[in-house]
């Protein structure tokens, strides 16, 4: 029991609260930008989910005694390299106030 009061009313490791708050300034600056970039990321999958299921082909061709039946899919996108997907502009361009 002495032990535990000891430690109880122990002050050598207390933290004062300027290092406190120094400390979750500096995570909160660090955290901003990683919140920023996954949702970027987020957005440029949804954007590549999209041309994908946009790139199906849907074509297909069947005979059964003799009839055949077929549709071809004409429709055709394309997804340019390094560009966004889908044409999506993620650039934000500064206005004045």
């Known amino acids: 029991m002495r032990i535990a009061s000891q430690f109880w009313r122990d002050e050598r ?3 004062s609260p300027f290092a406190t708050v120094l400390l ?7 955290l901003l930008p990683g919140v920023v970039t996954l949702r970027d990321q987020i957005v440029q999958e949804f954007g ?4 994908a299921i946009e790139s199906f082909d849907q074509s297909y061709s069947y005979s059964f005694n003799g009839v ?4 071809i899919d004409s429709s ?3 997804d340019p390299v390094n560009e966004a ?7 934000i361009s500064a206005t004045s106030e």
């Open 85 to 91: 997907p889908a044409g999506l502009d993620l650039t």
């Open 76 to 78: 055709s996108v394309s």
């Open 24 to 30: 979750m300034t500096i995570l909160l600056l660090g």
């Open 68 to 71: 055949t039946s077929e549709y």
């Open 13 to 15: 490791g207390s933290v």
């Open 48 to 51: 590549d989910v999209a041309v």
